[in-house]
């Protein structure tokens, strides 16, 4: 039986884009409620025994670390990442009704589709298609799919590529820590909420902080939703 990775959300759209994406890549999954909760994150994962906060750095995550099926199959990444953004702020914008929300990212992707393109981004299933999808397959849809005549066919396209993979599950991740010649830093990991964790900064890079916890062992965030400051030793 494929080995499952802890998986939890407190934003139900990020939740289903994690899903998702954990099925492309071929990851069996189980939710570890109060895991996002605790870092202050909107989605979080356990992946043999680290944890990644936040969709962005777990969805740069999990590309790095398995990079076929890739989640950008024309090889842009930009695109995918702002929709991922563009999705957050309507869903949080109160003053919008919900139709209107659905419709103005309907039109974005229906727009986008006009051309007879299978996918957002071409001929292959990609992360634009999945955080579209998670957001819009649900009840309240259903009339803008007959409004818009490339979205049903979409649709049944993005229901049979990721239940063929979710058949399909790749091996486990593995993953070898990364070795410093320098004793660790002691820092403390500071969500944008205020959640915060004290441990020791194994590396830094552009994409990601590894912190290693005593309580939680390596976590692994990105500097878009966390940050962090010195401790001194002993703090």
Same mark, same amino acid.
């Given at each position: 039986?494929?080995?499952?990775?802890?998986?939890?959300?407190?934003?139900?759209?990020?939740? %289903?884009?994690?899903?998702?994406?954990?099925?492309v890549k071929g990851f069996?999954?189980?939710r570890r409620h109060g895991l996002?909760?605790?870092?202050?994150a909107r989605v979080a994962a356990n992946i043999d025994g680290l944890t990644i906060l936040g969709e962005d750095a777990l969805l740069t995550?999990?590309?790095e670390k398995t990079p076929t099926p890739t989640l950008f199959p024309n090889g842009n990444r930009g695109m995918p990442m702002a929709l991922t953004a563009w999705r957050d702020r309507m869903t949080e914008r109160p003053a919008d009704t919900p139709e209107g929300i659905m419709r103005a990212?309907?039109?974005?992707?229906? %727009?986008?589709?006009?051309?007879?393109?299978?996918?957002?981004?071409?001929?292959e299933l990609g992360l634009a298609d999945i955080v579209s999808f998670s957001w819009m397959?649900?009840?309240?849809?259903?009339?803008?799919?007959l409004q818009e005549p490339v979205l049903g066919p979409w649709s049944a396209r993005m229901r049979e590529a990721t239940e063929s993979l979710r058949r399909s599950l790749a091996p486990?991740?593995?993953?070898?820590?990364?070795v410093t010649d320098e004793d660790p830093a002691p820092v403390r990991l500071t969500a944008l909420n205020g959640a915060?964790?004290?441990? %020791?900064?194994?590396?830094?890079?552009?994409?990601?902080?590894?912190?290693?916890?005593?309580?939680?062992?390596?976590?692994i965030a990105s500097p878009l939703t966390h940050y962090i400051t010195p401790l001194e030793d002993g703090a």
């Open positions: 039986m494929p080995k499952k990775h802890g998986l939890d959300w407190q934003d139900p759209a990020a939740g %289903r884009t994690a899903e998702m994406v954990f099925a069996a999954w189980h996002g909760v605790q870092h202050g995550f999990l590309e990212h309907g039109g974005l992707v229906a %727009r986008q589709m006009r051309d007879g393109r299978a996918f957002l981004q071409g001929d397959d649900q009840p309240a849809w259903r009339t803008l799919w486990p991740l593995s993953w070898s820590r990364p915060t964790v004290d441990g %020791r900064l194994i590396k830094t890079d552009d994409a990601f902080f590894w912190v290693e916890t005593d309580a939680y062992g390596m976590l």
